[in-house]
């Protein structure tokens, strides 16, 4: 019995908030999707930026001239030859009582370990079957 329409005023504020709270749900389950999908974009990007640097580094790589194709390994052989400075050469210099002059190697062993591949790219590339070397 609806005494003075009390309980169809209970009821519409029972339904409201049951429709408000579906509402919500489904307001947060299109956020989410959006998220996914957006994140799924970036990704998509960042793969389709890797995959143009490599394009980039295979037209260097195979390039007649020494100054386009030549600058990977003069980097590599540069961070050999420092790091055999810094890791032999000085310390038995030193030992023998020779004044060697100090370098920092801090500048080195990031272009070095980003050279030998240590960061995963190289692994990423041998999945990828870019290199059959």
């Not at 030549?70 to 210099?93: E, H, K, Q």
């Not at 240590?118 to 692994?123: A, D, E, L, Q």
Request: glycine share 12%.
């Amino acid at each position: 019995m609806d005494i003075l329409g009390v309980g169809s005023l209970v009821a519409g504020v029972v339904n409201g908030f049951g429709e408000r709270r579906a509402r919500k749900n489904e307001l947060i389950k299109t956020i989410e999707l959006k998220q996914i999908e957006a994140a799924s974009k970036i990704d998509t990007d960042i793969a389709a930026q890797a995959m143009g640097q490599l394009e980039i580094n295979r037209q260097e790589a195979a390039h007649r001239s020494i100054f386009v194709a030549g600058w990977r390994p003069f980097v590599g052989w540069t961070c050999g030859f420092s790091l055999l400075y810094n890791v032999i050469f000085s310390p038995i210099a030193v030992g023998l009582g020779y004044d060697m002059p100090d370098v920092d190697p801090s500048l080195l062993y990031p272009v070095l370990l980003g050279m030998l591949g240590i960061s995963g790219s190289r692994t990423y590339e041998k999945t990828l079957g870019v290199t059959n070397r």
